[in-house]
């Protein structure tokens, strides 16, 4: 159960490349007001991307469509 007051949030990280939201991990927003980017392994492209920060949402594990 979360501590009330609790300053660390739940975060996705979406591939800039596939748009596939793979990996979820916490950070301290008070710390890190912006936005995180990671360059982790993508098992889809078969190599190391960079993800970016984008709401936890557990319906989807993809991201939405660019117009």
Same mark, same amino acid.
């Given at each position: 159960?979360? *501590?009330?007051?609790?300053?660390? *949030?739940?975060?996705?990280?979406? &591939?800039? @490349? &596939?748009?596939? #939201?793979?990996?979820?991990? %916490? *950070?301290? %927003?008070?710390?890190?007001?912006?936005?995180?980017?990671? #360059?982790?392994? &993508?098992?889809?492209? #078969?190599?190391?991307?960079?993800?970016? @920060?984008?709401?936890?949402?557990?319906? #989807?594990?993809?991201?939405? *469509?660019?117009?």
């Amino acid at each position: 159960m979360a *501590k009330k007051g609790d300053k660390r *949030k739940v975060i996705g990280l979406l &591939s800039e @490349e &596939s748009g596939e #939201r793979i990996y979820y991990t %916490t *950070k301290n %927003t008070v710390n890190t007001p912006d936005k995180l980017t990671l #360059r982790k392994y &993508s098992p889809k492209l #078969r190599r190391h991307v960079i993800f970016t @920060e984008t709401n936890k949402n557990l319906g #989807r594990n993809e991201a939405p *469509k660019r117009h």
